[in-house]
Every structure is written in C-alpha cells, then in structure tokens.
C-alpha cells in the first residue's frame, strides 16, 4: 500500500505565503509525475502544478509566477511553495503521485487526504 500525507494548510491573509508538502510513503518502487491539486467549495477539483521525476513543472494559468513546485526523489516528497496569495486561492489542496508499487506492473495514481488553505481578504 501507499499513502501520501500533506502537511502545511492554514489560514493566512491575502498577500502572504505557505508552503505545502506531500509525503508518499509505502510499497513504493518508483514514482513519476507528482502533483497539487484543489477544490474549492461548490466546484470541481482542477489542477494547481504537477512536477516529473526529472523536475519539468507545469502550472495552471491562475498560479503561476506565484506557486512554486519541487520535490525530493530521495525523500517521495512534494512541496508547492504559495506566494501572494489571494481569497480565490482558498480551497483544499490534494496531493497526488504515479506509484509504481513493489509487485506491480504499472504505475497507479494516488491522493492524499487534502489540507485546507483558507486566505482572507
């Protein structure tokens, strides 16, 4: 089994920052693609980031030149660096990863439980 922990959520004011990370724990073997996503209240989850194992970032229209993702292959790690953040940012952040488990043949994608981000305006 794999499981995948976000840490960092809050409550921060407009402008400011935070920094999320996702560890991806387990049978794991490999992992690929790693990523953010959120969905705020009353809407469907969309993308925030993702990031491949070699570290090419891609990032959705809303967040970039604001949220920063990397991760640490050595550790299955995640991080999504928010800066200038914005009321419309307020949703909860799920982190995702392609795990290639010990025993498999394929990779299979995997969430976290999600952690609130609430900015006030």
């Known amino acids: 089994q794999v499981q995948l922990v976000e840490f960092g959520g809050g409550l921060v004011q407009a402008g400011g920052s935070l920094r999320l990370s996702c560890a991806a724990s387990?049978?794991?073997?490999?992992?690929?693609?790693m990523g953010w996503f959120r969905q705020a209240s009353g809407k469907q989850r969309e993308l925030v980031a993702t990031?491949?194992?070699?570290?090419?970032?891609n990032y959705a229209a809303s967040v970039k030149d604001r949220f920063t993702i990397s991760r640490d292959n050595a550790k299955n790690t995640v991080y999504l660096q928010m800066n200038s953040l914005k009321p419309e940012d307020t949703a909860v952040y799920y982190c995702?990863?392609?795990?290639?488990?010990?025993?498999?043949?394929?990779?299979?994608?995997?969430w976290g439980q999600g952690t609130q981000v609430t900015v006030s305006s």
């Open positions: 995702y990863a392609d795990v290639l488990s010990g025993g498999s043949r394929s990779y299979r994608g995997y």
């Open positions: 990031i491949t194992s070699g570290g090419s970032a």
């Open positions: 387990g049978s794991i073997f490999s992992i690929s693609t």
